[in-house]
């Protein structure tokens, strides 16, 4: 991120073949909140809703969780995530980057909310991507 870039509108999104949890900020990238889940985003009805999010929502950038292992490298789940990233950016016109996402998921466990767990954790996902960009500004 440029630094400085100013504030910008986000989404994160919490891969997942089966499910993937939605996140958005809001418009000066700076709070974070659980948005929805997509079934199946691989399939055509999966495909459609997320690009109906991406719609509604608006962002000027979207950050793709990365799952990277304990020890940071790549497994298969993020070759399975870059492949996704590849497809998403043939359908869209806004930067998407790829962020670390280790933990979001536990972080989501231990958040009493209402959202959906995959949800919740694209919002902590998000989170940490805005509290690193603003830092990376300062």
Known sequence: MDQGEPFVKVMALDFGSARTGVAVSDPTGTLAR???VVEDVLSR???TKLMSLIRSEQ???IVVGMPLTL???RGEQARATEDFVA???AEVDVPIETYDERFTTGLAQQTPSKAPEDARAAAHLL????EWS???RA
């Open 34 to 36: 659980p948005l929805d």
């Open 45 to 47: 009805p999966g495909q």
């Open 59 to 61: 962002p000027e950038r």
């Open 71 to 73: 020890r940071g490298e």
């Open 87 to 89: 497809r998403l950016a």
């Open 127 to 130: 989170s940490s991507y805005l």
């Open 134 to 136: 603003s830092a990376a």
